[in-house]
């Protein structure tokens, strides 16, 4: 990876992780120096200092609510995406008088999933809707899924682990159509990638996250439409108009509202250049390993950034620590399960084998990504994926 004004790995590396995590960029960095450095107060203080930090809040949430074409007050800083997430699914599920039912889709990030089964144990009522072979969900296993008590859907826009991108103005329109629920979608991958205007999605809450869009980790945000009633789950000083207690982190929040606007603005070019280098890494590397099997939707189903594969007779864990020796960042799936041996829920949801879905392989690319990176990855991944074929595996 060339040196970049985001700094990060050194020229020898690769870096096709970002929907791991992104390297915060030089702008985002400037803008944060002045609420770690002069200003200082605490946003809810009323004497100047605190109201210098409260303009920087003020104006960081003015520029997310710009991206997401909604008003700044539906905007709720977190403490990343998966706490936003628990925040919709939580928040809502607590303003019930009773208990209900929640749908979500097979492929959920674990932030939505292991929330809905705590939920569940709680005597809250869970169906999960079953996804294609593209990781698609289909509107009409929706409608059929709803009921008189359904109070909740949580689809997410584009999947963490394959890029697919979910229909969610359709499946909002089913869910308006046949319930009075209220729909999340759980966004994170999407900043900066997809339109976020909440009005063209049809959503009534929406998670974001910082560090997926070159911005800081430990950020993130959750849109909530005016009128939908949420119990905060981080009580204390009743900080964001008492949705989400504690005080404000100042330069991540400034941090976000950079970071979310500067990759509004780009959006347009740098995802067109992206998929064609996502195409061009898919292309080669199937034509180097012809038996690799891509996994996900194929364009324009998909985010841009996404290059995904399994590759039969391939131990995933084994691939990545070759990649990795041999100077390329990449991942299996999900960063938010690393260490775990089991198949993706993704894969299998997908339908893929286990056996075929433990040799998978998530190449994402980002700003800094060129075409010299993706012809060299192409070749190193086709040399480790022969290497491990002519290996045995010893038990």
Avoid: W
């Avoid at 007779?313 to 990449?330: N, S």
């Amino acid at each position: 990876m060339s040196e970049s004004p985001e700094g990060g790995p050194g020229p020898r590396v690769i870096y096709l992780d970002h929907a791991a995590t992104t390297p915060v960029r030089a702008e985002v960095r400037e803008a944060m120096e002045a609420p770690l450095g002069s200003v200082f107060g605490n946003p809810s203080s009323a004497h100047q200092a605190g109201r210098a930090a409260r303009s920087l809040v003020d104006e960081a949430r003015d520029r997310l609510a710009a991206v997401l074409g909604c008003r700044a007050r539906e905007v709720i800083f977190t403490g990343g995406g998966s706490e936003a997430d628990n925040l919709a699914l939580r928040g809502v599920a607590a303003t019930r008088p009773g208990k209900g039912h929640l749908i979500v889709s097979a492929v959920e990030h674990e932030a939505v999933l292991e929330t809905v089964r705590a939920l569940q144990a709680q005597g809250f009522e869970v169906s999960e809707l079953p996804v294609d072979a593209r990781g698609l969900v289909d509107p009409i296993d929706l409608r059929d899924a709803l009921r008189e008590d359904t109070f909740l859907v949580s689809v997410m826009l584009a999947n963490n682990e394959v890029g697919t991108i979910q229909p969610i103005r359709e499946l909002v329109e089913v869910v308006r159509g046949n319930s009075a629920a209220l729909f999340h979608t759980d966004a994170t991958q999407a900043l900066g990638k997809l339109s976020l205007k909440v009005e063209e999605l049809g959503v009534d809450l929406l998670t974001v996250s910082a560090h997926k869009a070159y911005g800081p980790k430990g950020v993130g945000a959750l849109f909530a439409r005016h009128g939908v009633s949420l119990e905060a789950q981080v009580t204390g000083g009743g900080q964001e108009r008492t949705r989400r207690s504690g005080t404000e982190n100042v330069p991540g929040i400034v941090g976000l509202g950079v970071a979310a606007e500067l990759a509004e603005r780009e959006r347009e070019a740098e995802m067109g250049r992206l998929r064609e280098l996502s195409t061009a890494l898919t292309e080669k590397i199937l034509a180097l390993v012809p038996d690799a099997r891509p996994t996900g939707a194929r364009p324009p189903l998909r985010l841009a950034t996404f290059c995904t594969m399994a590759f039969p007779h391939v131990e995933g864990e084994l691939l990545l620590l070759r990649l990795d020796r041999a100077g390329v960042c990449a991942s299996a799936g999900s960063a938010c399960a690393s260490g775990s041996l089991a198949p993706s829920h993704v894969l299998l949801a997908m339908g893929l084998d286990p056996e075929l879905a433990a040799g998978h392989l998530r190449l994402t690319m980002g700003r800094g990504t060129t075409p010299d990176e993706v012809e060299r990855a192409a070749v190193i991944v086709a040399r480790e994926v022969a290497a491990l074929r002519q290996t045995p595996v010893v038990a």
